[in-house]
């Protein structure tokens, strides 16, 4: 049995390709004994089609799934149509998120942030579905202050959340000082670290950057002194996410929630090492 739950994200692949590999990547991860696969939601709903595909896909194949759903630019019947469709399916699980609004769209629609959307899913479909959201150990990029993101974090779990899955992050201090803070104003759901594999630096430095996630300036210059040898920087990854996820293990973390990128490689061997195989 594995020490602690452990879970697995996928986004939904835009061609046959694509789709092949992320079968692929399932048939390898799934063996391991993940609580869910969750699959993602495109900025506006820009990927709502893709990603009923492949969550039916999951679902057929009698796998747990937590779908991604983001309000910003719907309106509340499209919500309504989207939950009623995820409920006939028999999903127990939803990762409830604002969302980025998409550009060129100028209407926020009816949702303007995910406490909304958590407070509407419980009206109208009562305890139906666990509820996760997501959770800034570093902070969101466009919180005012620390104080402020806390505020928004507490207002989503009072809307009637469940747990919180993190953005990625390489500082375990900054996950244990964020849960020390939650707990200090009375929040009590599990926040699961999310855990994303080092195997590409130019692509996790842009993705970083937009999202506001710290990668610390040892690790940078480490992966920058690597240059093109993919084979380099995937060791130093897994030797530095390992050390984290062994860290926050030892520190309580209720769970983990892998970033795969739709890749079973990295996730696979950081679970091997971990003993969550």
């Avoid at 063996?31 to 492949?54: D, I, K, N």
């Avoid at 109208?124 to 570093?138: C, H, L, M, N, S």
């Avoid at 969101?140 to 806390?150: E, I, K, T, V, Y």
Wanted: include cysteine; glycine fraction near 8%; hydrophobic fraction near 40%.
């Amino acid at each position: 049995m594995s020490p602690i739950p452990f879970s697995f994200e996928l986004f939904p692949p835009k061609t046959p390709a694509g789709l092949e590999r992320l079968q692929a990547s399932v048939a390898e991860l799934r063996p391991l004994g993940p609580e869910y696969f969750s699959v993602t939601y495109g900025a506006g709903g820009s990927t709502r089609e893709r990603t009923f595909e492949t969550v039916a896909w999951l679902r057929e194949q009698g796998i747990d799934t937590a779908p991604h759903l983001s309000c910003i630019g719907s309106q509340r019947s499209e919500i309504d149509e989207i939950l009623d469709h995820y409920r006939n399916q028999g999903i127990h699980r939803l990762v409830a998120l604002r969302g980025d609004m998409p550009s060129g769209m100028g209407e926020p629609g009816d949702f303007h942030h995910a406490d909304e959307l958590v407070r509407h899913i419980r009206a109208t479909q009562g305890d139906w579905f666990r509820i996760e959201v997501a959770a800034y150990p570093e902070f969101h990029p466009q919180a005012a202050n620390a104080r402020a993101d806390l505020d928004h974090f507490e207002h989503k779990v009072k809307a009637g959340a469940d747990g919180a899955i993190t953005q990625y992050f390489y500082n375990a201090d900054a996950y244990f000082a964020f849960r020390d803070d939650c707990v200090r104003r009375g929040i009590e759901v599990p926040i699961v670290p999310g855990i994303m594999p080092i195997t590409n630096y130019l692509q996790l430095a842009r993705f970083s950057d937009a999202c506001g996630a710290e990668i610390p300036r040892w690790v940078r210059k480490r992966l920058e002194a690597c240059g093109d040898d993919l084979e380099a920087i995937r060791a130093f990854g897994h030797e530095v996410v390992l050390g984290q996820c062994q860290r926050l293990m030892q520190g309580g973390a209720p769970a983990f929630h892998f970033y795969t990128l739709n890749q079973a490689a990295p996730a696979l061997a950081l679970c091997r090492d971990l003993g969550l195989a």
